[in-house]
């Protein structure tokens, strides 16, 4: 657009002015933000405006007349207008917006083209054939910006999608065809290679693998031409061109090769003629074909497996995407590519003789078609299993390599051969001199001579006395910041007094004299007694070993105060409790069971905060127990046991109260002993320039405004608590509205502790009781264009509060996280990470570790420890050597000039970024920009400690990967990153849960696969040993092997940093805990939701909810949860095992089949707490299912039909496409039916049809009722409640399969048909009761 809008963008001679007019353009956006071409584009167009010196600007005039029609039309996409003044709805309900409603993206790639561009945007009223902005202002550029306000915005973004994201597989197989095509290759050329008669297979059978290359070809253009409309003419042209042309070569190579092996056809002889004359005659052979096909297939193999580097679009799309991958991705790669190799061909072997088995079973037999579809099926359901696991086994022989080597550089990383001294704390006597070195950054001064220390401390042990090694200011700078630290870690109820005091260092002379003046473990003389001298509590004594160790770390990089950029922390907050109150912590009976659990599980930093408290208040001992055990003595503690449970927990104030305290501590002390020369007070502005801390905390406004009914005393109380506490660093930013006659206007506000309460407000005193507070009056204020939340919130709400953050480097924290002193002393040495550049450019997000806090109880430690395993070990391997590292949320620091430029922190279009904050990294990546990761720096999280929690956690993560797998994002990674670094991206995201889905889906095809054959075997028993051939060697051994290699990174992560030990014990904990169970039913509802999300969408925002789970969850709530994701397939696939039982399988695979089954089965009931408590209770619950399941009235939670019903709104974007493809059930339909129509079947028995076809009465009696209810009796009772009809389904349903069986041998058979049809049927009702093909009555 550049030519289009500005004639002297060249000109650079005020960019002080540019850079001011762009942010103040930047800043009025809104959600347009995320459109920075668009932003660009305003702001070329204002510059050219400007420079000439021409017009005059209202105030409000470019909100009003540019931003505000510009927003209407984005809202109007996918939004319609509120009732009452309600906020506007989203169009959909639960279905997703359609596969062509624009977006965010797509608005900004027409921004991107200047074609398009010139052609999109037209003035408004300009009759039949609009004029073209651009046209007008070809001669006078400057014009533009007058003509803005002028632009037909609707006719100009409407329909301009760049990248449809329908809902189904196609994108994801398009754009990723090259991971696809390796899988293929592989299993191809496996089976080829374990064939026995002939060997290596016959000539047919060798060439078929060379157009394993084209078909993938065929679904990468097919699928990319489908999926992007705004694609150039001359490049659809070209890729069909070259498609038919070059790619489609091996299919004629193969045909000619077949036509010649079969001698259906022989290529002619070709006489050579040259002037005239004959000079030689051409033979084409069948040799000289083999060779044709083989050199043409490896020709387009190899093409294929390259990126797409050729620009697909009309615009160079990507900038500076790097090509190039380091040797080391593809030295992890080709050893994890040879593993599973080795993995498969273990399978594939046995694939092989099962085959070769089943051929030799049939080859006697008769060659009718009904034979040869027996035939057919039976091969199908051999290799289908083994295909999916072949697919599946990448990511577990990448988790093998990824754990040696990640283990190997956390060696490297971590301190070499001290990470062993360093796990037994016996490296901390090397902490006084490195922190004066390396975090301090002091110089070395006036350092005692070695020459005139005494003998015994040149030598031995003595050579590591530092206090007689350091310099005067370096022992005191030491001293300063170690007691600051210890008296954090008592702040924080960590230590006891007598603790404290003995860790205490009095003063750097005293230091300077040696023991006992020195805490015991500095002292080198107690090297080896250091574990009995460290801390006795355990998060007391991880700190100070932590630190310890993060001084040793390789390498860290020299920076100070005054040097580092500055910094803006930016929290985002909706509805997390913020500080509990007494209420939380107290009923009516006594101490509420929060209270009682934290008590007794903190117990030795209870005693702790009481005695702090105790010599607080003047009190002793027993006025102080006898004050705690009465609710009213534990009023004059209010404040401070709120706080410490608010510590305790996932809080908002623990959050805040890290980040504050810690970091704004570290930087005064750092600034004290780096800078002695200024003063208290120019310290303190000095750190005030370079740290803020923002909350975005959207629901402000509600809360704090006394005349809402949505006031909270208690949450504005909390507010004014954390301003009055930490306001020096602290700024709230919020959202508010206000009713003007022109409608609602929206504004996005900050507030600060500087900032008066607005008139009538309540006092601003902290106070659970009486007093509360009210808003205050903001000190910033930006009218936004529309209404803001558009997305799920969370990206909007960061949006909203970005513009207020002043650092240039931003870090994102969220609710569930803290932060700690001796790990804040490395936050200038963190941020100068941002000065290195890799080609040129700084890393755009920087990655660090986390400490997980929240390991309470038995599911609280599995999340920790996998949360542990990814922060640390994977994270290590993603950011080298595979490059895969993007964002995560938390705790990353990223560039905010390059978050700028590419959109922001996140982005918010609906669904389809449900996973808001991994598209920053994603969009950086396509921008050419990289992430990085480091160890010496940390903060703690919080995770879910609850069974629903949790899993209400990988529901959302995989419904947002679900949706990533549909957008133009994974497209351009599947097409433009080299294979080597595109297998490490996919695996680690995307892929991951499509690993899922491959894993589930092989269980249920191995126990479908042994229940077909064993009822084949009813007609020759011989037909169950190519089943068990398979299933006893294959599947069984490899299933264990992938629930252990899951295990292997935490194993191996935990070995580094604490010993083989505690790995072991952590593995047997992780057993006890039935780690197994859990993480089965983990992946299976993973699978389940991203496989729904890819289908049919409807990925919703799930709040988890990060408190203890104390209460037990109702039956109804978990069938609700899991009946659709779990409780079905679980059934399913035991009563096929049932079926199954002529086929001997061996004992793995039905352990791990039991597993399966039980682990879906049951582990909601083993995991729910107070479960098997009370059997009254457990009966109560069943009663109250049966009368959900009854309900006609009311909501989910009280209806099954309501239920019932909400769930199919999903299905609404559900895509065509399973209708022409072969779903799993029209296959299984398929098969099943094969088996029915063998060499018994009587073709003229009108019975005999009828056990073929699904159930029929059913659907006759739905008929029946639909007329009658529509025409005849609109209240008909019997379709009220629906539960009862669906009895009354099953029961006909039953009784036409067992009225259609022809004898007693074929109940089986024809039972499972029936079943597979019924199946059939209801996923074909789910897609007419989305869309209604026909109208209501139909459906």
Same mark, same amino acid.
């Given at each position: 657009?550049?030519?289009?809008?500005?004639?002297?963008?060249?000109?650079?001679?005020?960019?002080?002015?540019?850079?001011?007019?762009?942010?103040?353009?930047?800043?009025?956006?809104?959600?347009?933000?995320?459109?920075?071409?668009?932003?660009?584009?305003?702001?070329?167009?204002?510059?050219?405006?400007?420079?000439?010196?021409?017009?005059?600007?209202?105030?409000?005039?470019?909100?009003?007349?540019?931003?505000?029609?510009?927003?209407?039309?984005?809202?109007?996409?996918?939004?319609?207008?509120?009732?009452?003044?309600?906020?506007?709805?989203?169009?959909?309900?639960?279905?997703?917006?359609?596969?062509?409603?624009?977006?965010?993206?797509?608005?900004?790639?027409?921004?991107?083209?200047?074609?398009?561009?010139?052609?999109?945007?037209?003035?408004?009223?300009?009759?039949?054939?609009?004029?073209?902005?651009?046209?007008?202002?070809?001669?006078?550029?400057?014009?533009?910006?007058?003509?803005?306000?002028?632009?037909?915005?609707?006719?100009?973004?409407?329909?301009?999608?760049?990248?449809?994201?329908?809902?189904?597989?196609?994108?994801?197989?398009?754009?990723?065809?090259?991971?696809?095509?390796?899988?293929?290759?592989?299993?191809?050329?496996?089976?080829?290679?374990?064939?026995?008669?002939?060997?290596?297979?016959?000539?047919?059978?060798?060439?078929?693998?060379?157009?394993?290359?084209?078909?993938?070809?065929?679904?990468?253009?097919?699928?990319?031409?489908?999926?992007?409309?705004?694609?150039?003419?001359?490049?659809?042209?070209?890729?069909?061109?070259?498609?038919?042309?070059?790619?489609?070569?091996?299919?004629?190579?193969?045909?000619?090769?077949?036509?010649?092996?079969?001698?259906?056809?022989?290529?002619?002889?070709?006489?050579?003629?040259?002037?005239?004359?004959?000079?030689?005659?051409?033979?084409?052979?069948?040799?000289?074909?083999?060779?044709?096909?083989?050199?043409?297939?490896?020709?387009?193999?190899?093409?294929?497996?390259?990126?797409?580097?050729?620009?697909?679009?009309?615009?160079?799309?990507?900038?500076?995407?790097?090509?190039?991958?380091?040797?080391?991705?593809?030295?992890?790669?080709?050893?994890?590519?040879?593993?599973?190799?080795?993995?498969?061909?273990?399978?594939?072997?046995?694939?092989?003789?099962?085959?070769?088995?089943?051929?030799?079973?049939?080859?006697?037999?008769?060659?009718?078609?009904?034979?040869?579809?027996?035939?057919?099926?039976?091969?199908?359901?051999?290799?289908?299993?083994?295909?999916?696991?072949?697919?599946?086994?990448?990511?577990?022989?990448?988790?093998?390599?990824?754990?040696?080597?990640?283990?190997?550089?956390?060696?490297?990383?971590?301190?070499?051969?001290?990470?062993?001294?360093?796990?037994?704390?016996?490296?901390?006597?090397?902490?006084?001199?490195?922190?004066?070195?390396?975090?301090?950054?002091?110089?070395?001064?006036?350092?005692?001579?070695?020459?005139?220390?005494?003998?015994?401390?040149?030598?031995?042990?003595?050579?590591?006395?530092?206090?007689?090694?350091?310099?005067?200011?370096?022992?005191?700078?030491?001293?300063?910041?170690?007691?600051?630290?210890?008296?954090?870690?008592?702040?924080?109820?960590?230590?006891?007094?007598?603790?404290?005091?003995?860790?205490?260092?009095?003063?750097?002379?005293?230091?300077?004299?040696?023991?006992?003046?020195?805490?015991?473990?500095?002292?080198?003389?107690?090297?080896?007694?250091?574990?009995?001298?460290?801390?006795?509590?355990?998060?007391?004594?991880?700190?100070?070993?932590?630190?310890?160790?993060?001084?040793?770390?390789?390498?860290?990089?020299?920076?100070?105060?005054?040097?580092?950029?500055?910094?803006?922390?930016?929290?985002?907050?909706?509805?997390?409790?913020?500080?509990?109150?007494?209420?939380?912590?107290?009923?009516?009976?006594?101490?509420?069971?929060?209270?009682?659990?934290?008590?007794?599980?903190?117990?030795?930093?209870?005693?702790?905060?009481?005695?702090?408290?105790?010599?607080?208040?003047?009190?002793?001992?027993?006025?102080?127990?006898?004050?705690?055990?009465?609710?009213?003595?534990?009023?004059?503690?209010?404040?401070?046991?709120?706080?410490?449970?608010?510590?305790?927990?996932?809080?908002?104030?623990?959050?805040?109260?890290?980040?504050?305290?810690?970091?704004?501590?570290?930087?005064?002390?750092?600034?004290?002993?780096?800078?002695?020369?200024?003063?208290?007070?120019?310290?303190?502005?000095?750190?005030?320039?370079?740290?803020?801390?923002?909350?975005?905390?959207?629901?402000?406004?509600?809360?704090?405004?006394?005349?809402?009914?949505?006031?909270?005393?208690?949450?504005?109380?909390?507010?004014?608590?954390?301003?009055?506490?930490?306001?020096?660093?602290?700024?709230?930013?919020?959202?508010?509205?206000?009713?003007?006659?022109?409608?609602?206007?929206?504004?996005?506000?900050?507030?600060?502790?500087?900032?008066?309460?607005?008139?009538?407000?309540?006092?601003?005193?902290?106070?659970?009781?009486?007093?509360?507070?009210?808003?205050?009056?903001?000190?910033?204020?930006?009218?936004?264009?529309?209404?803001?939340?558009?997305?799920?919130?969370?990206?909007?709400?960061?949006?909203?509060?970005?513009?207020?953050?002043?650092?240039?480097?931003?870090?994102?924290?969220?609710?569930?996280?803290?932060?700690?002193?001796?790990?804040?002393?490395?936050?200038?040495?963190?941020?100068?990470?941002?000065?290195?550049?890799?080609?040129?450019?700084?890393?755009?997000?920087?990655?660090?570790?986390?400490?997980?806090?929240?390991?309470?109880?038995?599911?609280?430690?599995?999340?920790?420890?996998?949360?542990?395993?990814?922060?640390?070990?994977?994270?290590?391997?993603?950011?080298?050597?595979?490059?895969?590292?993007?964002?995560?949320?938390?705790?990353?620091?990223?560039?905010?000039?390059?978050?700028?430029?590419?959109?922001?922190?996140?982005?918010?279009?609906?669904?389809?970024?449900?996973?808001?904050?991994?598209?920053?990294?994603?969009?950086?990546?396509?921008?050419?920009?990289?992430?990085?990761?480091?160890?010496?720096?940390?903060?703690?999280?919080?995770?879910?400690?609850?069974?629903?929690?949790?899993?209400?956690?990988?529901?959302?993560?995989?419904?947002?990967?679900?949706?990533?797998?549909?957008?133009?994002?994974?497209?351009?990674?599947?097409?433009?990153?080299?294979?080597?670094?595109?297998?490490?991206?996919?695996?680690?995201?995307?892929?991951?849960?499509?690993?899922?889905?491959?894993?589930?889906?092989?269980?249920?095809?191995?126990?479908?696969?042994?229940?077909?054959?064993?009822?084949?075997?009813?007609?020759?028993?011989?037909?169950?040993?190519?089943?068990?051939?398979?299933?006893?060697?294959?599947?069984?051994?490899?299933?264990?092997?992938?629930?252990?290699?899951?295990?292997?990174?935490?194993?191996?992560?935990?070995?580094?940093?604490?010993?083989?030990?505690?790995?072991?014990?952590?593995?047997?904990?992780?057993?006890?805990?039935?780690?197994?169970?859990?993480?089965?039913?983990?992946?299976?509802?993973?699978?389940?939701?991203?496989?729904?999300?890819?289908?049919?969408?409807?990925?919703?925002?799930?709040?988890?909810?990060?408190?203890?789970?104390?209460?037990?969850?109702?039956?109804?709530?978990?069938?609700?949860?899991?009946?659709?994701?779990?409780?079905?397939?679980?059934?399913?696939?035991?009563?096929?095992?049932?079926?199954?039982?002529?086929?001997?399988?061996?004992?793995?695979?039905?352990?791990?089949?039991?597993?399966?089954?039980?682990?879906?089965?049951?582990?909601?009931?083993?995991?729910?707490?107070?479960?098997?408590?009370?059997?009254?209770?457990?009966?109560?619950?069943?009663?109250?299912?049966?009368?959900?399941?009854?309900?006609?009235?009311?909501?989910?939670?009280?209806?099954?039909?309501?239920?019932?019903?909400?769930?199919?709104?999903?299905?609404?974007?559900?895509?065509?496409?399973?209708?022409?493809?072969?779903?799993?059930?029209?296959?299984?339909?398929?098969?099943?039916?094969?088996?029915?129509?063998?060499?018994? $079947?009587?073709?003229?028995?009108?019975?005999?049809?009828?056990? /073929?076809?699904? *159930? #029929? +009465?059913?659907? !006759? &009696?739905? %008929?029946?009722?639909? $007329?009658?209810?529509?025409?005849?009796?609109?209240?008909?009772? /019997?379709?009220? *409640? #629906? +539960?009862?009809? !669906? &009895?009354? %389904?099953?029961?006909?349903?039953?009784?036409?399969?067992?009225?259609?069986?022809?004898?007693?041998?074929?109940? #089986?058979?024809?039972?499972?048909?029936?079943?597979?049809?019924?199946?059939?049927?209801?996923?074909?009702?789910?897609?007419?009761?989305?869309?209604?093909?026909?109208?209501?009555?139909?459906?």
């Amino acid at each position: 657009w550049q030519p289009l809008t500005s004639e002297v963008w060249q000109d650079n001679e005020n960019p002080l002015s540019d850079i001011c007019m762009y942010l103040l353009l930047w800043g009025e956006l809104g959600n347009l933000r995320f459109c920075p071409e668009f932003a660009c584009y305003l702001f070329a167009a204002a510059r050219s405006k400007f420079r000439q010196n021409r017009g005059e600007v209202r105030r409000g005039m470019f909100v009003r007349s540019v931003l505000v029609p510009v927003h209407d039309v984005v809202l109007s996409e996918t939004f319609e207008p509120g009732e009452a003044g309600n906020p506007p709805k989203f169009k959909h309900g639960k279905a997703p917006a359609p596969a062509n409603a624009c977006n965010y993206d797509d608005w900004n790639e027409l921004f991107w083209d200047p074609r398009r561009l010139r052609r999109a945007m037209v003035i408004k009223e300009t009759g039949l054939w609009p004029k073209k902005l651009h046209d007008l202002c070809h001669e006078r550029p400057w014009d533009i910006w007058d003509m803005l306000g002028k632009v037909d915005w609707k006719r100009t973004l409407q329909n301009k999608k760049s990248h449809r994201e329908p809902h189904t597989m196609l994108p994801m197989l398009a754009g990723c065809y090259r991971i696809f095509l390796l899988h293929t290759f592989c299993f191809g050329a496996l089976l080829l290679v374990w064939m026995d008669e002939p060997k290596f297979g016959t000539w047919p059978q060798r060439c078929a693998l060379g157009i394993v290359a084209p078909c993938w070809l065929w679904v990468y253009n097919v699928g990319f031409q489908a999926l992007t409309p705004a694609l150039a003419f001359r490049n659809r042209l070209s890729m069909s061109l070259k498609l038919l042309c070059f790619d489609s070569l091996p299919f004629v190579s193969y045909a000619l090769v077949l036509s010649t092996y079969y001698k259906v056809y022989t290529v002619p002889s070709v006489d050579v003629v040259i002037f005239g004359q004959k000079w030689c005659t051409l033979t084409v052979s069948f040799e000289f074909l083999l060779r044709l096909h083989f050199f043409l297939s490896t020709l387009v193999l190899l093409l294929a497996f390259a990126p797409r580097v050729q620009n697909l679009y009309r615009w160079k799309f990507f900038p500076s995407l790097s090509k190039w991958s380091s040797p080391a991705t593809k030295v992890f790669w080709l050893f994890a590519i040879a593993l599973k190799i080795c993995i498969d061909a273990f399978g594939v072997k046995y694939l092989d003789q099962a085959l070769g088995t089943t051929q030799a079973l049939h080859a006697g037999s008769e060659t009718s078609w009904t034979h040869l579809s027996l035939f057919a099926a039976h091969i199908f359901l051999l290799a289908a299993p083994a295909a999916l696991i072949c697919f599946a086994s990448l990511p577990l022989a990448s988790n093998v390599v990824l754990s040696f080597v990640g283990a190997a550089r956390g060696i490297r990383v971590l301190g070499g051969w001290r990470l062993f001294w360093y796990r037994r704390g016996i490296g901390l006597t090397r902490t006084p001199p490195s922190t004066c070195e390396r975090v301090l950054q002091l110089p070395r001064g006036e350092r005692p001579a070695r020459e005139t220390l005494p003998a015994e401390g040149r030598r031995g042990l003595g050579a590591m006395q530092w206090w007689s090694r350091m310099s005067d200011r370096e022992l005191k700078a030491f001293v300063s910041i170690w007691n600051v630290m210890i008296y954090e870690l008592r702040e924080k109820d960590l230590l006891s007094d007598q603790e404290m005091q003995q860790l205490t260092i009095e003063s750097a002379e005293a230091a300077r004299r040696g023991p006992p003046n020195v805490p015991r473990l500095l002292d080198p003389m107690n090297v080896f007694r250091l574990t009995s001298v460290l801390p006795q509590n355990k998060e007391a004594r991880r700190r100070v070993v932590t630190f310890a160790r993060s001084l040793q770390m390789q390498p860290l990089p020299a920076a100070t105060v005054r040097t580092m950029p500055g910094l803006t922390v930016l929290i985002p907050h909706y509805s997390e409790t913020i500080l509990f109150s007494m209420n939380e912590l107290f009923t009516n009976m006594g101490s509420a069971e929060l209270l009682r659990y934290l008590v007794s599980y903190y117990c030795d930093e209870f005693s702790n905060f009481k005695e702090r408290v105790c010599d607080a208040m003047g009190m002793n001992e027993d006025q102080d127990e006898e004050a705690l055990g009465r609710f009213d003595g534990f009023q004059k503690f209010e404040d401070p046991l709120c706080k410490w449970a608010s510590l305790r927990m996932q809080t908002l104030w623990r959050t805040v109260e890290g980040v504050c305290r810690a970091y704004a501590r570290a930087l005064l002390n750092l600034s004290e002993q780096q800078d002695q020369a200024l003063s208290r007070t120019e310290r303190e502005a000095l750190v005030s320039s370079k740290f803020q801390v923002v909350v975005a905390m959207q629901r402000y406004a509600l809360f704090a405004d006394p005349t809402k009914s949505t006031y909270d005393i208690a949450q504005i109380a909390a507010v004014e608590a954390m301003l009055q506490a930490f306001g020096q660093w602290l700024s709230i930013a919020y959202i508010d509205e206000e009713q003007t006659p022109e409608g609602k206007r929206y504004y996005s506000c900050l507030i600060d502790a500087s900032c008066p309460m607005r008139p009538g407000a309540m006092t601003p005193h902290r106070s659970w009781g009486q007093q509360g507070g009210g808003m205050r009056v903001p000190k910033f204020s930006i009218e936004l264009p529309g209404y803001p939340i558009l997305g799920h919130g969370k990206s909007d709400n960061q949006n909203c509060a970005v513009v207020f953050t002043r650092g240039e480097i931003l870090q994102m924290i969220d609710a569930n996280q803290e932060a700690y002193f001796e790990s804040a002393l490395f936050l200038p040495l963190a941020l100068k990470e941002f000065e290195s550049t890799r080609g040129g450019r700084r890393p755009g997000i920087l990655g660090f570790r986390e400490h997980i806090f929240s390991a309470v109880g038995s599911l609280g430690r599995l999340a920790a420890d996998s949360e542990f395993a990814f922060g640390t070990l994977i994270q290590r391997t993603m950011d080298w050597p595979l490059d895969a590292r993007l964002h995560y949320g938390h705790p990353d620091m990223m560039d905010k000039l390059q978050m700028l430029q590419q959109g922001g922190v996140s982005k918010a279009t609906r669904g389809l970024n449900l996973s808001e904050d991994v598209f920053a990294g994603m969009d950086l990546t396509l921008r050419g920009g990289w992430t990085a990761y480091r160890e010496y720096f940390h903060v703690g999280k919080g995770r879910d400690m609850g069974f629903m929690s949790s899993l209400s956690f990988y529901a959302k993560v995989s419904m947002g990967n679900g949706e990533q797998a549909l957008t133009r994002q994974w497209m351009r990674f599947g097409l433009s990153l080299p294979l080597a670094r595109l297998l490490g991206i996919f695996y680690m995201h995307v892929g991951f849960f499509l690993n899922q889905c491959l894993v589930n889906w092989s269980t249920k095809a191995f126990a479908f696969t042994v229940a077909f054959f064993s009822l084949t075997s009813r007609q020759d028993p011989d037909f169950k040993f190519p089943a068990a051939i398979l299933a006893s060697n294959y599947f069984g051994i490899l299933y264990l092997a992938f629930v252990l290699s899951s295990m292997w990174p935490l194993l191996f992560e935990v070995y580094v940093e604490h010993g083989l030990i505690a790995s072991l014990r952590s593995l047997g904990s992780s057993f006890l805990a039935l780690s197994p169970v859990f993480s089965t039913f983990q992946g299976k509802l993973m699978a389940f939701y991203f496989e729904s999300t890819v289908n049919y969408g409807g990925a919703q925002y799930i709040p988890t909810g990060r408190g203890l789970a104390t209460s037990r969850e109702p039956l109804s709530k978990l069938f609700q949860c899991f009946s659709n994701s779990h409780f079905h397939d679980g059934l399913e696939v035991a009563v096929l095992l049932c079926l199954g039982t002529e086929v001997k399988c061996g004992v793995a695979f039905y352990i791990c089949m039991g597993l399966t089954v039980f682990s879906w089965m049951c582990a909601p009931f083993i995991f729910n707490p107070h479960q098997f408590d009370d059997l009254s209770v457990s009966l109560q619950d069943v009663r109250l299912w049966a009368r959900w399941i009854c309900a006609t009235e009311g909501g989910e939670e009280t209806s099954w039909e309501a239920w019932s019903i909400r769930q199919q709104e999903v299905k609404q974007g559900s895509s065509l496409v399973w209708l022409f493809l072969p779903s799993s059930r029209w296959l299984a339909v398929i098969c099943t039916g094969t088996l029915l129509i063998q060499k018994d $079947f009587d073709w003229a028995s009108l019975e005999a049809y009828f056990s /073929l076809f699904p *159930p #029929l +009465a059913h659907a !006759a &009696l739905c %008929a029946l009722l639909a $007329f009658l209810r529509h025409f005849c009796w609109p209240s008909l009772p /019997l379709c009220r *409640p #629906l +539960a009862r009809l !669906a &009895l009354a %389904a099953a029961a006909l349903t039953a009784a036409e399969a067992v009225g259609t069986t022809r004898a007693a041998d074929d109940v #089986l058979c024809v039972t499972l048909h029936k079943y597979m049809c019924v199946r059939l049927s209801l996923d074909l009702c789910d897609w007419i009761v989305a869309h209604r093909p026909g109208g209501c009555a139909l459906a």
